[in-house]
Structure formats: structure tokens, C-alpha cells
């Protein structure tokens, strides 16, 4: 699986830019990505989700798909 330019903490940052009030598209823009992007990072890292969370959450997925294996 292709690996992101972005670390959770920037998704996340990204993400709380757009909430306070900034337009999608100019968010969007000013980081590079496209508007679908941005919305597949807001379904799975919005909901309050805050850095030391996201961290958590990757850590288990992580784990998960090495026990998998």
C-alpha cells in the first residue's frame, strides 16, 4: 500500500482548518490534495479525534494487519 505525503497529525491539523471556518476548496488547494481526499480523511479521522488518538488508532491497525499476516 502506497504510504501518505501527510502524517496523521498533519490530516488532522488539516482537518481543523477546514472547521474553523475556511472554505474546502481553498484548503484543499493550499496543501495539495483533492476534495475527494479530503473527505475519505474526514470520515475516518473526524468525530473529535484528536493527535495522541489518531496515533493510537494507527498503532492498532498496525497490529492488526501483522497478526493477520
Excluded: P
Excluded at 472547521?19 to 479530503?38: K, L
Excluded at 474526514?42 to 496515533?55: H, R, T
Amino acid at each position: 500500500m502506497k504510504r501518505s505525503r501527510f502524517t496523521e497529525e498533519q490530516i488532522i491539523g488539516i482537518l481543523k482548518e477546514q472547521e474553523a471556518g475556511q472554505r474546502t476548496a481553498d484548503v484543499c488547494r493550499r496543501h495539495g490534495v483533492s476534495e475527494g481526499t479530503f473527505y475519505k480523511w474526514k470520515a475516518k479521522y473526524d468525530g473529535g479525534l484528536e493527535v495522541s488518538e489518531a496515533k493510537r488508532l494507527k498503532a492498532l491497525e498496525d497490529e492488526n494487519t501483522r497478526l493477520r499476516a
